[in-house]
């Protein structure tokens, strides 16, 4: 069987992002939007919402929050599945102060 490479763009990227979601990998997740950052690969709502929710799987409440203020550095729209992984992320950890503060950001 003859090897194919795959192009590396924002679907592909995406997919394999929200696969380290699936698996638990955070920092594989963080390390592919490094990839995608150091290739110009374009990322989108999509991309986000499953980094944001890698780290939630991974319990790490304060790169969700990162994430989420990059977004506006990297001109990327959130959406409810967005801010509610990063809720998630913080609540797992009783971190109900920065919760709070997401939601009064978000109104």
Not at 4 to 15: F, Y
Not at 48 to 66: D, I, R, T
Not at 67 to 82: C, D, M, V
Not at 95 to 101: F, I, L, N, P
């Amino acid at each position: 069987m003859a090897a194919h490479r795959v192009e590396m763009n924002t679907i592909t990227c995406s997919a394999a992002v929200s696969a380290c979601e699936k698996g638990g990998e955070w920092i594989m997740a963080l390390q592919l939007l490094g990839s995608m950052a150091a290739e110009r690969v374009e990322m989108n709502t999509i991309t986000l919402n499953a980094a944001v929710s890698a780290c939630k799987a991974g319990g790490e409440w304060v790169q969700a929050l990162q994430l989420l203020l990059e977004t506006a550095t990297n001109r990327i729209e959130t959406n409810t599945i967005t801010y509610n992984a990063a809720l998630s992320a913080c609540g797992q950890k009783g971190e109900w102060m920065q919760a709070s503060q997401l939601v009064s950001d978000m109104t």
